[in-house]
């Protein structure tokens, strides 16, 4: 009796790979979705190690949200990826949609940003903003270099919520983070596939709990579809009783690429901006980089070199903060290494926080209206 033939694993393979529907198929191996993405560097290393747990990462495509309090510096923010983003390919487009109106031709000229690059759609409610940004989506390929700002999530209501208002209705609104979940489950995927970095801002508000927690607006939905959520703090940064400026916050709520519950802080002056070298100096103290010495307005810094362990010379805090000192420290490896290892997430973790995200899309199908 003769065996039969084996079908080579090559002949199945080729036959499925042409049998089906979807055009943009690929052997998992050669998938441009999984490869390499695109990273935009912003000049604040601080501010890259959020986005991705590395000094010189950044930015990458995807659904990205800041929520905080109002003037938590979310929008500026914003525009700082905007701003680098622009920069880094002089021939990208932005699509800023716009319900707030807070970004100002001042705003604009302060980052150098060439708003005849920003296409501005002015937006109503929701569904307003699903449609039209559905649209813009399709006409997008692949390989077009294209960002997105949305200003913001937290003031859009629903067609519904203003068709209420017209018939004079006082009813509650149970439509919204309905509207919201299908805006993300359609421009999620839109944003993976086509490699287009979308930042939508977004509200907080606290829990009525004993210990209150923020909570984003929207019901569940923000939560679920985000790559990466930042909450933004803020305090004040004095010279002396003199205000000079604000310290933001920046805490991971969410991340697929960053442990969460990480905080990394950057100051903001009204003299000078961001400070490119903010939130440096506490992890090169830990890190032995850097050594302290005195107390309060008396402490001195001074670099430790790291072959040798030398102890260089000692300056105040106010002359730290430049190429020369703080500077120098980012451009060492094991400073970059300390630094991705003690923030860069593990990815058996990750995974398991993606499952866990699908189950509670399940589980809060009626949840989230019940947080509007």
């Known amino acids: 009796m003769k065996k039969p033939i084996a079908v080579k694993g090559e002949d199945v393979m080729s036959r499925l790979m042409g049998s089906g529907s979807i055009k943009s198929t690929f052997l998992l191996s050669d998938s441009p979705f999984y490869m390499s993405k695109d990273t935009v ?31 938590t510096f979310k929008t500026l923010l914003g525009l700082y990826c905007m701003k680098a983003y622009l920069e880094k390919y002089p021939n990208a487009v932005a699509i800023l949609y716009d319900s707030e109106f807070s970004i ?6 302060t980052y150098n940003i060439d708003p005849t690059r920003i296409i501005h759609v002015p937006i109503e409610h929701i569904e307003q903003l699903k449609f039209d940004i559905v649209h ?3 006409a997008i390929k692949r390989g077009d270099k294209v960002f997105i700002l949305v200003d913001s999530l937290g003031m859009l209501g629903s067609k519904k919520e203003i ?15 309905k509207a919201i979940r299908s805006l993300l489950r359609i421009i999620t995927p839109q ?4 490699d287009i970095p979308c930042i939508i801002i977004n509200h907080i508000y606290q829990t009525l709990e004993m210990f209150s927690k923020n909570i984003m607006s929207g019901g569940t939905a923000p939560t679920l579809a985000a790559n990466q959520i930042f909450f933004i703090t803020k305090a004040q940064e004095k010279d002396g009783d003199d205000l000079i400026g604000w310290k933001f916050t920046i805490s991971i709520d969410k991340s697929r690429f960053v442990r969460e519950k990480s905080k990394f802080s ?13 939130g440096i100096l506490d992890l090169a103290l830990e890190n032995g980089n850097v050594v302290r010495s005195g107390a309060a307005k008396g402490t001195r810094y001074a670099l430790v070199n790291s072959e040798t362990g030398e102890v260089g010379e000692e300056f105040k805090e106010t002359q730290i903060y430049n ?3 703080l500077g120098s420290i980012l451009k060492e490896t094991g400073f970059k290494e300390y630094v991705k290892n003690k923030f860069s997430l593990n990815k ?14 399940i589980e809060d199908e009626d949840l989230e209206l019940i947080q509007e």
């Open 348 to 361: 058996t973790l990750s995974a398991i926080d993606d499952e866990d995200d699908e189950i509670l899309d």
């Open 41 to 71: 560097t912003t000049e604040v290393p601080i501010i890259n190690t959020a986005f991705s747990g590395d000094i010189d990462g950044g930015l990458v495509s995807g659904l990205t949200m800041f929520a905080g309090q109002s003037r």
């Open 323 to 325: 190429e020369s000192f």
């Open 104 to 109: 100002t031709p001042e705003y604009l000229a």
């Open 163 to 177: 068709d209420d208002a017209m018939d004079e209705k006082s009813v509650a609104d149970m439509t919204r983070a």
């Open 266 to 278: 950057f100051i903001v002056t009204y003299e000078e901006g961001i400070n490119k070298y903010s």
């Open 191 to 194: 944003l993976t596939m086509k």
């Open 136 to 138: 813009r989506l399709d």
